[in-house]
Nanobody, 124 residues
Framework: QVQLVESGGGLVQAGGSLRLSCAAS????????MGWFRQAPGKEREFVAW????????YYSDFVKGRFTISGENAKNTVYLQMNSLKPEDTAVYYC?????????????????WGQGTQVTVSS
């Protein structure tokens, strides 16, 4: 079992940057693929980014591609989401999640462990 704790959310102006962190209670390298999701008020949770089990591959949703970067620091069992050029529509609660499944995983139902979420608010 893995416990995940997100941090780094906050209030930022449009065009600004934030870096979210997700600290895992156990080793994730080569055990879990990591994903970031977000949920805005009144909307369903949506996939944002994926980091493979090995940490070698990434995948992004179209609406963040080129602006967000997912990465991992194995020694700290931590995954990051660097968010640049933020837009008001990026406002949401951001969640990290872990999946033991190999290959690309974008469906939230295929992630077994979730953090509590961190609020990101982008003002116009």
């Amino acid at each position: 079992q893995v416990q995940l704790v997100e941090s780094g959310g906050g209030l930022v102006q449009a065009g600004g940057s934030l870096r979210l962190s997700c600290a895992a209670s156990a080793r994730t390298f080569n055990r879990y693929a990591m994903g970031w999701f977000r949920q805005a008020p009144g909307k369903e949770r949506e996939f944002v980014a994926w980091l493979s089990l090995s940490g070698s591959n990434t995948y992004y949703s179209d609406f963040v591609k080129g602006r967000f970067t997912i990465s991992g620091e194995n020694a700290k069992n931590t995954v990051y989401l660097q968010m640049n050029s933020l837009k008001p529509e990026d406002t949401a609660v951001y969640y990290c999640a872990a999946s033991p499944r190999p290959g690309l995983v974008t469906a939230s139902r295929l992630y077994d462990y979730w953090g509590q979420g961190t609020q990101v608010t982008v003002s116009s």
